[in-house]
């Protein structure tokens, strides 16, 4: 069993309690650990698996082996909450890419133009990002990692949770917290566990996607004096196939292809090959051609995607805050999915950095912080949700202004051909660095200086 036990025993600047339990080892809960760990005398990392030593997949991260693009936005609240991630991120094999120059996008039947758009992100397996970031927040004092380890209840007292019962190694034990945070995922039970405490008012907003992706790893011969690029080619609705092709390291191509209702990527090559045909552009096809296949196929699937609103529960324990996927599961195809954690993250920090700067304590922060969660959740939401519902065969309600929506999506990428700064807009909010009121705001100007210029031609 995994357990990094924490070396210092000093006593934490502005802490606001002795021990923070964090359910998931994760992306998400490695993000909650780092940023927990100054208000906290401890920091205690729950995970099922048995997690890795190395940059290998496991058990309970499904999609383990499919493209993990880390945004922006997150990439520099890692860096901010670990100094140093992104000088380990490179050392381990990350590979840099500038998006416009190295990171392609096939969509609405064309590639995007070929322009530096001022964002870089990097390119890496989802293993050597988790081992990296864990690696990161294990090397924290006060911060404990242990494995193989399964939460089966939580324990509730006059409204709030205080402790939770776990069970390792078959034995039972139950830890005290001063505060929990739920970061265990799709799979975890926090819905069942809140039911059977007698909290079961929860809405949630459902979408039937019905994706299912296959990928597989490449080879990926290095080219001298060529940098590596990845290409993304996206569904041209009714079109539901995609594709993507993704450097990583170790010289090789992860390979993903996609498609919705029914309509999935084999898991055979002769299969695979002809559906990666089937796509709008032949760059993933021709590397499947050219290359040679290293791993096994692997396959995931995703019937829904959802957004739980515990921010509107009528009652909801205090002190246990849900992250990540616990709270809303993303279509992987955006990388919205560790984005938004990280998001919701920094909203959980700042109000914690509030309470630290007067003494404040901990009763009621689940109210202050859920409603925070939600709006960091809302804003990818809002941007994603509509790519999905274009598609007839998506289930669920369309919101108001769906069509508006749709179609100022439209306007855009069409203006992007020849509107570079409104390009590098759209980098900036795809990687949340911007709110999307600045596609409104540029669009605006630019359709305004056309109508000028067509009245000044009369």
């Known amino acids: 069993m995994m357990s990094l036990e924490s070396n210092s025993n000093e006593i934490r600047p502005h802490v606001l309690g002795d021990r923070v339990v964090v359910l998931g080892a994760g992306i998400g809960g490695c993000f909650a650990a780092a940023a927990l760990s100054k208000y906290f005398q401890s920091v205690l990392v729950l995970d099922k698996d048995e997690l890795p030593d190395g940059p290998l997949s496991r058990r309970g991260v499904g999609q383990g082996l499919h493209i993990h693009g880390l945004l922006r936005r997150p990439f520099d609240i890692a860096c901010k909450l670990l100094p140093g991630f992104e000088d380990d991120l490179r050392r381990a094999g990350g590979i840099k890419l500038q998006l416009g120059e190295q990171s392609f996008f096939h969509d609405a039947g064309a590639w995007h133009p ?33 494995d193989r380890t399964r939460v089966e209840d939580y324990i509730i007292h006059d409204g709030r949770i205080v402790a939770v019962g776990l069970q390792s190694d078959k034995q039972n034990e139950v830890v005290d917290a001063d505060l929990v945070i739920d970061s265990t995922g799709r799979a975890g039970a926090i819905v069942d566990r809140l039911a059977r405490l007698g909290y079961s008012d929860l809405e949630s907003v459902e979408l039937g996607v019905q994706i299912s992706y296959t990928s597989a790893y490449f080879t990926r011969p290095a080219v001298p004096g060529k940098l590596p690029s990845g290409y993304v080619v996206r569904s041209n609705p ?156 998506t289930t669920g309600a369309r919101p108001q202004g769906f069509a508006e929506r749709i179609a100022f999506a439209g306007a855009v990428r069409r203006a992007i051909v020849a509107d570079d700064e409104l390009h590098r807009a759209w980098a900036r909010v795809a990687n949340l660095i911007e709110d999307p009121s600045a596609l409104v705001e540029i669009l605006g100007r630019s359709e305004s200086a056309k109508m000028s210029a067509a009245a000044d031609g009369r």
């Open 114 to 146: 070929k322009r530096d758009l001022g964002v870089a992100v990097y390119a890496q397996s989802r293993p050597l990002l988790e081992h990296v970031l864990r690696s990161r927040v294990a090397g924290l004092a006060n911060v404990t990692f242990q």
């Open 238 to 393: 009714p079109k539901t196939r995609s594709g993507v092709l993704w450097p990583i390291e170790g010289d090789k191509w992860v390979i993903s292809l996609s498609g919705r209702f029914s309509d999935f990527p084999p898991a055979d090559d002769e299969g695979f090959r002809e559906f990666a045909r089937s796509l709008e552009d032949p760059i993933v096809h021709e590397a499947i051609e050219r290359e040679s296949r290293v791993t096994p196929f692997v396959r995931f699937n995703i019937p829904r995607i959802y957004w739980r609103r515990f921010d509107r529960m009528s009652r909801f324990p205090d002190r246990l805050i849900p992250l990540g996927d616990t709270v809303a599961g993303f279509n992987p195809v955006y990388g919205q999915g560790m984005a938004v954690a990280s998001l919701q993250v920094e909203e959980l920090q700042a109000t914690l950095a509030a309470h630290a700067a007067v003494g404040r304590p901990l009763d009621g922060i689940s109210s202050e912080v859920l409603p925070r969660i939600a709006a960091a959740t809302e804003a990818a939401w809002s941007m994603t949700e509509p790519v999905d519902l274009v598609f007839e065969k």
